[in-house]
């Protein structure tokens, strides 16, 4: 089982969009085992976007990210890198599949909506910035796994 990071920009939140993204990831079969709304202080999205601090666009991505408020998701499943990747679509909306999030929802290169992790390190170090304090990811087992995966042959 992986885990990883998944962020709500601040277009889906202001669109209303929260509880329909929401609703594909458990749809989908991820579970969710992290959940938090709030308005990230500037030194905690610059440190997460530091990945980016020479590009050009790096002042006004973090300026947009704190314009509202952001929803942080720690998600769990097999693969769950490449799946919720798969689910969010391309970077550019406008060029992203249909039947992705982006592809259906947006129309726009910077407010795409969602930000997921790209790999496992990234996601490892993603998670602890944005739910390192204790007891914030969950532990649980949810009652229908067993029609997600096939439990012995899957996750055996």
Do not use: C
């Not at 990945?51 to 769950?80: C, I, Q, T």
């Not at 391309?90 to 992705?100: E, V």
């Amino acid at each position: 089982m992986e885990r990883t990071l998944v962020l709500f920009k601040p277009d889906a939140v202001q669109r209303g969009l929260v509880g329909r993204l929401i609703s594909r990831f458990e749809e989908k079969g991820l579970k969710l085992v992290g959940l938090k709304m709030r308005r990230f202080s500037e030194a905690h999205l610059r440190r997460h976007y530091e990945v980016h601090k020479d590009r050009p666009f790096f002042e006004g991505l973090v300026a947009f990210m704190g314009s509202s408020p952001v929803v942080a998701l720690a998600l769990e499943g097999k693969n769950a890198i490449t799946v919720v990747r798969t689910l969010v679509g391309a970077t550019d909306s406008a060029k992203s599949a249909p039947g992705t999030i982006r592809g259906d929802f947006g129309l726009s290169f910077s407010h795409n909506l969602v930000h997921a992790s790209d790999g496992a390190d990234t996601a490892a170090s993603e998670l602890e910035l944005w739910f390192g304090d204790d007891g914030e990811l969950v532990d649980w087992t949810p009652s229908a796994e067993a029609w997600v995966y096939d439990v012995e042959e899957e996750l055996g």
